[in-house]
């Protein structure tokens, strides 16, 4: 099981590594293009499919704030809150 | 790196209304009650009680299995065996609290007592994924392997497990409950069926429902022995009568896309959820009188889905949950107040 208490980490290591071969490509539910879009491929897409963006609600600044807080620590300090 | 990120989504994917429901408004009252589970990201899913008043419920994606003291609110979280992935969990007449190893092709049960965990592999390696699971009163495990086509049997007292590959390829068997007489019935999430097994012999009998198009998470069954199922694949919501043959469909409020998909009966009020739209919405269907009432089902400060199975408590609260934001929830009706 993929630690994500230091899932930030990781994903800025992804981020700063390569233009990685996202575990996204082929799958439903296109990431637009944007300064971020390799951050979205590399957090989020590692545990869960894109259409699960795509396909959301939608959501504000805080919203996905919020949201993603269930999933993952957020910086500046990550703390391992699994076990 | 996080306004980074958010920004980029708020941008990209605000809010929108492409899946909104319709929401049915009505006289009757009820009030959330969330837990937030302590392991980010496990999907929380498929609460019980226990009975001792304890609740448990597993995150899926994490792996594990909880236990939540409503009253105090503490919770405590056991790790799984590697790659169990549990979908269920069902409690057995003795307290342990059995789960289902859908990605290692096990059942197994932990001892709250111990803490100690038993575990039994399916003795057919196509028996890959075992699913949902209920007891009946003898205590026997029922179960279904929704992409294995099979049901399964095991007998907590010497460990043995029995299994029935199901005539028709894709049949998907997914939700599963018990009659009165004992005898499991599940539904289909492949193709247009019920199917009732006779506990003794495990024999199959196949109820075809009339829609083409039609798949089915879940069932539940009423103290009347009516079987009600959502029609997930249609958005519909259905009954079954056993004792008449006949079979009755209503269309869900949202629609043919709001894919229904737990349910469950309590004092002969039928609940489900929408988990097609977004929000996903909590529905209440009042047979007698064939009306809709339905709320948004609130995640946090958010909406972000959805139910995947809901039962009730001993005293006819309603255990649902939003796996997408580890939430498990309690869901109180309150009595209409008499007419004046």
Same mark, same amino acid.
């Given at each position: 099981?993929?630690?994500? @208490?230091? *899932?930030?980490? %990781? &994903?800025? =290591?992804?981020? @700063?590594? *390569?233009?990685? %071969? &996202?575990? =996204? ?59 | ?340």
């Amino acid at each position: 099981m993929r630690n994500r @208490s230091a *899932a930030w980490v %990781a &994903a800025a =290591a992804l981020v @700063s590594i *390569a233009p990685f %071969a &996202a575990y =996204a490509q082929g799958q439903p539910g296109a990431l637009p293009e944007g300064e971020a879009k390799p951050l979205v491929e590399g957090l989020c897409v590692s545990c869960h499919r894109t259409n699960l963006i795509t396909a959301s609600l939608g959501y504000t600044r805080d919203g996905w704030k919020e949201l993603i807080g269930t999933m993952i620590d957020r910086p500046p300090t990550p703390t391992c809150r699994t076990s | 790196m996080q306004d980074k990120l958010t920004g980029y989504l708020a941008a990209n994917f605000p809010p929108n209304t492409r899946r909104a429901p319709k929401l049915v408004s009505g006289p009757i009252q009820i009030t959330w009650k969330e837990w937030v589970n302590p392991q980010l990201g496990q999907r929380s899913r498929d609460p019980v009680e226990a009975q001792d008043g304890s609740i448990w419920w597993v995150g899926q994606f994490g792996n594990l299995m909880g236990r939540l003291d409503p009253k105090s609110g503490e919770m405590k979280e056991y790790q799984l065996p590697p790659n169990a992935m549990p979908h269920t969990v069902e409690i057995d007449p003795k307290g342990n609290a059995w789960f289902t190893g859908n990605k290692n092709g096990s059942v197994g049960y932990l001892d709250p007592k111990t803490g100690k965990t038993i575990v039994y592999k399916m003795p057919d390696p196509n028996a890959k994924d075992p699913h949902t699971l209920v007891f009946d009163k003898q205590g026997i495990a029922w179960f279904t392997l929704q992409n294995s086509n099979m049901i399964g049997r095991l007998n907590p007292e010497n460990g043995d497990i029995k299994l029935v590959t199901l005539n028709t390829p894709g049949s998907k068997p997914y939700g599963i409950k018990i009659d009165a007489e004992g005898n499991p019935w599940f539904s289909c999430n492949g193709r247009p069926c019920l199917y009732k097994v006779d506990a003794a012999t495990m024999a199959l009998t196949e109820i075809k429902l009339p829609l083409q198009g039609t798949t089915v998470r879940r069932l539940d069954i009423a103290e009347d022995g009516k079987i009600w199922y959502v029609n997930s694949g249609m958005g519909r919501l259905g009954m079954h009568d056993p004792k008449t043959g006949e079979t009755k469909e209503w269309p869900s409020p949202s629609g043919p896309r709001s894919h229904p998909y737990a349910i469950v009966v309590v004092d002969g009020i039928v609940w489900y959820n929408e988990s097609g739209m977004r929000p996903d919405p909590l529905v209440r269907f009042d047979p007698k009188t064939e009306t809709f009432q339905s709320w948004a089902i609130p995640s946090g400060n958010i909406y972000a889905g959805i139910i995947r199975h809901m039962r009730a408590t001993r005293d006819g609260t309603l255990l649902i949950h939003q796996s997408s934001t580890n939430r498990i929830m309690q869901v109180t009706v309150h009595k209409r107040a008499a007419a004046r």
